[in-house]
């Protein structure tokens, strides 16, 4: 059987993959003037997003807060707005807190190095490598999905990706490869075409071998065996939860709740609800979460609307019920606030993807009142 021995990275593999992304990169807007603020904004938002989701977030994000004093001075709430839809919402929390740490401890410039920005909040190795090299010219490598299965492959690694020991490996051996590389070599480039090429020809399924820059040294291809890589530990099952959610009416206003700051999809707003008990009707979850959550005692009506999501962990099925309760003060048990809002207001405040998808039907008997 043929031995196929992975070709060294050299000079030579460096100059071929620059070429490669030089003649073959996709435009976007980050890459036009790639300063710290419009880097980090653009490396924060493509944590777990595709390309062509982000690019509208950037732009609407860039035009509300053009630099960093401008996002430092923030209201949480209007940053979250932005977000919406976008998901993760922890990273814009992240952000702002990072923005205003920079403001007030550090000059209002962002550190120059991979380490001095790996202590800010929300950047991690690779936000802080992505930065580092991009904005800064650090020759750090960036360690993310694509480069790993890209690297896998020309390299035939079969260890687990999943693993911090697999990542930290292709870390310290990239991180070698760069050290000898001359030193006008653009790092940030150089990062960005590994990336770009995981994403546009070393794709998971069918890469296309034939146009890839690294095709004559990478052992996968000469084993005819790329889709072998990465190796991945296989994924537990997701879980899969009923939630139901009360639509509460006063006066021509809605009962809303905002979720506490350290949950997941923290400080945005939903309607009151919460997940099914064994042996619970939906119509009776409702009833307790909201006596729960608000203390109001309701009387359950119609199911209005039913959606599903899915998050990164888990997915949900998401069933709202008419709720009548005329007295009562609601109060915010286990949220952060509670507010009756009109429905014009909703539009200003942020909520996750999932009650979004509510709104239409919910609203619908307002209309035609
Ligand atoms: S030759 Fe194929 S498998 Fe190897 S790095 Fe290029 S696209 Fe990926």
Redesign the pocket.
Known sequence: MPHHSPSKLDAAAATRLLAWYHAHRRAMPWREQPTPYRVWLSEIMLQQTQVATVIPYFERFLARFPDLPALAAADEQAVLKLWEGLGYYSRARNLLKAARQLMAKHGSQFPETFDGLRTLPGIGDYTAAAVASIAFGEAVPVVDGNVL??YT??HVLADDITRPQTRAAVFATLQAWFKHLPSTTVFGDLNQALME??AM???PRN???G?????T?????AAGT?EA?PVKRAKAAVPHYQVAVGVVWRQGKLLIAQRRPEQMLGSLWELPGGKQQPGETLAATVRRELREETGLVVKVGAELATVRHAYSHFRITLTAFTCHCPSGRARPLASAAVRWVRPAELAQLPFPTATRKLFPAILLPIDGA
Not at 217 to 221: F, L, M, N
């Open positions: 299965r890209v492959r020309r090429l995981g020809v070393c794709t890469p296309q071998c146009n890839c820059p690294w095709a040294t990478c052992a996968a291809r790329p890589y």
